[in-house]
């Protein structure tokens, strides 16, 4: 069963510092890998998307990472704000028409 | 336009009534998705159209029933829903299917936060 797990579900970190997020899955046989933010109560916003044939994406002060031979993403968060706190969701697309997506991980950022 | 809109963004009904959620872009994007998410959980795939067509039904019951009118729009017509059904429900669109370039982008729109009494 082709599957995403984010853990910690969830994480408190003060204002300023620098943080990863975490992302497996179970099967390496991926097309890509899309990160998410969540806000409550509100839809997805697509934050970084990465090719099966690519290692990271950035964009700001976000980078994404994907080591497919390990079933494993990161998303890197640089000197953090309180307006990152939100649910970060990452989704793989196993190449069957539709994403699966993880359980997500809860940041707060303290100011 | 690089949004996807939704609307009613609140609706409220009783297990007897029939409603509908729409779903808007226009940003040529040629498969549309609905997704449902529950409290504190990921989004659930509902329906997948590609090209106008219907590609995935993850075994929704017939109580959600869906249409694509034209490559703009998605609507997902409700009826004798149960109280379970109460989520947040998400449409979203893309260039092409994933399985297509896989190059592809969602974009979601705000959703439809919807209450059954």
């Known amino acids: 069963k082709q599957e995403v797990t984010q853990i910690p579900a969830a994480l408190s970190v003060p204002e300023g510092e620098n943080l990863v997020l975490n992302c497996s899955f179970t099967d390496s046989a991926i097309y890509n890998l899309q990160w998410f933010r969540q806000d409550p109560g509100k839809g997805l916003t697509s934050l970084l998307l990465?090719?099966?044939?690519?290692r990271e994406q950035t964009s700001g002060r976000l980078n994404a990472s994907l080591d497919k031979s390990s079933g494993r993403s990161t998303l890197y968060i640089a000197a953090s704000q309180p307006g990152d706190s939100a649910t970060y969701l990452c989704?793989?697309?196993?190449?069957?028409?539709?994403?699966?997506f993880g359980t997500g991980t809860r940041l707060t950022i303290i100011p | 336009d690089t949004e996807v809109t939704q609307t009613p963004k609140h609706l409220v009904m009783g297990m007897t009534n029939k409603k509908s959620l729409k779903c808007e872009q226009h940003?040529?994007?040629?498969?549309m998705y609905w997704y449902k998410q529950k409290a504190k959980k990921p989004p659930e795939l509902m329906f997948v159209?590609?090209?106008?067509?219907?590609?995935i039904n993850e075994s929704v019951p017939s109580r959600f029933s869906p249409e694509c009118p034209n490559s703009s729009l998605l609507n997902l017509h409700l009826h004798a829903l149960q109280p379970e059904d109460s989520a947040l429900y998400l449409c979203?669109?893309?260039?092409?299917?994933?399985?297509?370039?896989?190059?592809?982008?969602?974009?979601f729109g705000a959703g439809s936060r919807l209450t059954v009494l």
């Open positions: 940003m040529g994007h040629r498969a």
């Open positions: 159209y590609s090209y106008e067509k219907l590609s």
């Open positions: 989704a793989v697309n196993f190449g069957n028409e539709k994403l699966t």
């Open positions: 979203a669109s893309s260039q092409d299917t994933p399985r297509g370039s896989g190059a592809n982008v969602l974009t």
């Open positions: 990465i090719q099966s044939s690519q």
